[in-house]
Each structure stands twice: as C-alpha cells, then as structure tokens.
C-alpha cells in the first residue's frame, strides 16, 4: 500500500483525454491518507472523491473467477481426517450379544483438534492411557 502522495496519469480509451487520480494528497488528513480516498480529476477540473473501499467492490464485481479469488482473503490449514467404525454391544432389548456398527468419519482442523479436543479430555486420555475409539473393544450401554 502507498503511504505518501502519488499521481496517476490515465488516458480514457479513445485516447483524447486524460485525467488524474491522486492517493494521500493530505498526509495528515487521517481520512485521506493510507489510500483510503482517491481523488479523480477530470480534464475540465471538476474532482470526484472515491473511497476506496467502493472501487475494490467494483473491480471485484467485474473480476473473472481467477480475479475475485484472488481478492479473497484465503488462509491455508491442515485439517485431520479420521475415519473408524464404532460398535456398540447391546446388553437388552436387541438381541442379546448382537453388535450394532456404524460409521464415523471426522474432519477436524489441527488447531481446534489441539486447542478444544484435546484440552477438554480427562487426563487419562491426554495422556495416552486409553487407547481411543475404533481399537476392537466394545462398550455396553442398558441398566
């Protein structure tokens, strides 16, 4: 980003005029500086104000695809994928012995894993001492 005062020359498409667009022409004007307005002027000395916010719109809404993609902020993460197959050892109403099995697949960021998942475990499992969801065991649910 520009920090001092710059002036751009353009030159319309048909090539007969030529106007200029100033960024930071007021340094210590907070509300002009940083780029945050761009001052237009014409070639028969009318100005335009522009804040810059509204120009990144305009160029985003008539980027291609590629472009606006890369207007986008975008942040690159790892994420950890676990699949298992839980089973559950029914000690009632179903079949008595019979195993139940369903599916498990997780995606789950690396930062949160880290910061939420694990921080909230009991101690024995932070640890290591269990040995996790999908190990062969099973876990009996009824009264």
Known sequence: MLTEYEKFRLIDEAGKNEFYVE???KEKDEATNKCQIFKFTF???KEAFVQRKYLLDLLFYCGKPEDQQKMIPQTLETIHHYK???GIKATKDIKKDGMIN???ELSIPCSALRQDVIASLPKEY???KF???GNGKSMSFGG
């Open 23 to 25: 960024v930071n022409w």
């Open 131 to 133: 040995s996790g969801i």
């Open 102 to 104: 369903f599916p498990v």
């Open 43 to 45: 070639p028969d000395g």
């Open 126 to 128: 932070q640890k290591g």
């Open 84 to 86: 298992t197959v839980l």
